[in-house]
């Protein structure tokens, strides 16, 4: 089954990393992905920005675009990996990210594939 471990933060979890020390962070996920690589769990990642983000909602058919990636929430998603495994271990891999420590990792199976 696959998983995706979605990544959310804030700016107190972004100066709470950094604190830490950046190198430190990206040291945790390199060592996380060559866990699940060799795991043959990995199937991709990737970072998000805020940079040029937009909300589009469609309303009465007329779509409204605002700027940003923040709808009501405190948290934004920074990231995700996608991982093929059991919930289990994709709930096991979620706490070992170094943002588990300050902002949620939410864990949400994907849907099967649609039909064509």
């Known amino acids: 089954m696959?998983?995706?471990l979605l990544i959310?933060?804030?700016t107190e979890t972004w100066d709470a990393l950094d604190a830490e020390g950046m190198d430190a962070v990206y040291a945790a996920h390199r060592t996380l992905f060559e866990e699940m690589k060799a795991a043959g769990e990995y199937?991709?990642?990737?970072g998000l920005t805020t940079a040029n983000a937009r909300v589009v909602q469609v309303n009465d058919g007329v779509p409204a675009v605002t700027d940003g990636p923040f709808t009501e929430a405190k948290?934004?998603?920074?990231g995700y990996y996608l991982v093929d495994c059991s919930l289990e271990r994709a709930t096991e891999l979620a706490a070992k990210l170094p943002e588990a420590r300050f902002s949620?990792?939410?864990?949400?199976?994907l849907t099967d594939p649609m039909p064509d």
């Not at 199937?43 to 990737?46: C, L, N, P, Q």
């Not at 949620?104 to 199976?109: L, N």
């Open 2 to 4: 696959k998983y995706m």
């Open 8 to 10: 959310y933060g804030n």
């Open 43 to 46: 199937v991709a990642s990737d």
């Open 75 to 78: 948290e934004v998603l920074a």
């Open 104 to 109: 949620p990792i939410e864990v949400r199976a």
